[in-house]
């Protein structure tokens, strides 16, 4: 059964960049769509950004375009994501997630089944 763990979170000095990593355990990524998603308390989650199978398409919510890359390393089995220009609006809980395709399909409606357990941004002076 794929697990996933999310690593890279920390405090961030807002200016500053973050690269969060999805690694996981019990199967290959190659096979799913990863989303990365931000959790803030007392609002929804959001989708941040997501990529699909084989690379085929991914998707960056307005929130993050322009500062934001998804991509995957194959060879370690883990899907990364970058994020530079950071703003304390970019706090919260990260989430990666995944999602079985069969074909490659965009990923940013996809219902995510598989999901870490969170790492934590703290974007402040």
């Known amino acids: 059964q794929l697990q996933l763990v999310e690593s890279g979170g920390g405090l961030v000095q807002p200016g500053g960049s973050l690269t969060l990593s999805c690694a996981a355990s019990?199967?290959?990524?190659?096979?799913?769509?990863i989303g990365w998603f931000r959790q803030v308390p007392g609002k929804e989650r959001e989708a941040v950004s997501c990529i699909s199978i084989f690379g085929s398409s991914s998707y960056y919510a307005d929130s993050v375009k322009g500062r934001a890359t998804i991509f995957r390393d194959i060879g370690r089995n883990m899907v990364v994501f970058e994020m530079g220009s950071l703003k304390p609006e970019d706090s919260g809980i990260y989430y990666c997630a995944a999602e079985l395709l069969l074909s490659p399909v965009g990923c940013a409606r996809l219902k995510y089944t598989i999901w870490g357990q969170g790492t934590q941004v703290a974007v402040s002076t």
């Open positions: 019990g199967g290959s990524l190659d096979e799913y769509a």
